[in-house]
């Protein structure tokens, strides 16, 4: 059984750099095909893809914010990290990170983590 | 403003059939799998549909998925009142200046009422 969890800040200052981390069980990112993704939702608002990492250590960045997120993954924890820099309060939303399994199934995101919501005040 | 659009809204009553459209373009949907996803609030999506019309092991075959040219839909049939739920569409969005800022693009989301 696939499972994820986010785990980071609940609160953070603007200009800060918010750490988040995906803790995984049931797969291993040095599979083939495999990768774990980033996404987030802003209350009320559509989700959005900020980042992801394969088994490879390829990494791609969702464009608009690719110049503050670095995403890594620590395959002997089961672990992927997202960092993202200079936050500002438009970043305040709920955190996912989900699993690429790849191979058929390609780019779906088929389990995802509960999510984690991140506040950016002052 | 996602490249995908989808209406923000759609309604139905129990046991009509309903469908989500998605637009795109040649460097998204056209050449590129459509991923839908349900969410229902307060909780994380649920992949519903793969490679344009692929049902994952769980999803009742009532929701089934279809792509035509830079378009593509989600239908709903024996609509039920647990369907009550925001839809994503989602699909690859290639960058063809530079293949390596290609990614993962959503829809901005349907709102499904149940009536």
């Known amino acids: ?25 049931g797969f291993s990112l040095s599979t083939s095909g495999v990768g774990v993704a980033w996404i987030r939702q802003p209350p009320g608002k559509a989700l959005e893809w900020l980042a992801l990492i394969y088994w490879s250590d390829y ?44 191979q058929h199934m390609d780019d779906a995101f088929d389990i995802w983590g509960q999510g984690t919501m991140v506040t950016v005040s002052s | 403003q996602s490249v995908l659009t989808q209406p923000p809204s759609a309604s139905g009553t129990p046991g009509q059939r309903v469908t989500i459209s998605c637009s795109g373009s040649s460097s998204n949907i ?8 349900q969410q229902v609030p307060g909780t994380a999506p649920k992949l519903l549909i793969y490679r ?31 369907d009550e739920a925001n839809y994503y569409c989602k699909t690859w969005d290639d960058n063809l200046s530079d293949g390596s800022l290609s990614g993962p693009v959503f829809g901005g989301g349907t709102k499904l009422t149940v009536l």
């Open chain 2, 30 to 37: 056209g050449n590129n799998y459509v991923y839908w996803y």
């Open chain 1, 1 to 25: 059984q696939i499972t994820l969890k986010e785990s980071g800040p609940t609160l953070v200052k603007p200009t800060q750099t918010l750490t988040l981390t995906c803790t995984f069980s």
């Open chain 1, 59 to 102: 990494k791609r960045y969702s464009l608009s914010l690719k110049s503050r997120l670095t995403i890594t993954k620590d395959t002997s924890k089961n672990q992927v990290v997202l960092t993202m820099t200079n936050v500002d309060p438009v970043d305040t939303a709920t955190y996912y990170c989900a699993h690429r399994p790849g």
């Open chain 2, 52 to 82: 344009n019309n692929q049902r994952p092991s769980g999803v009742p075959d009532r929701f089934s998925g279809s792509k035509s040219g830079n378009s593509a839909s989600l239908a709903i049939s024996g609509l039920r009142s647990e």
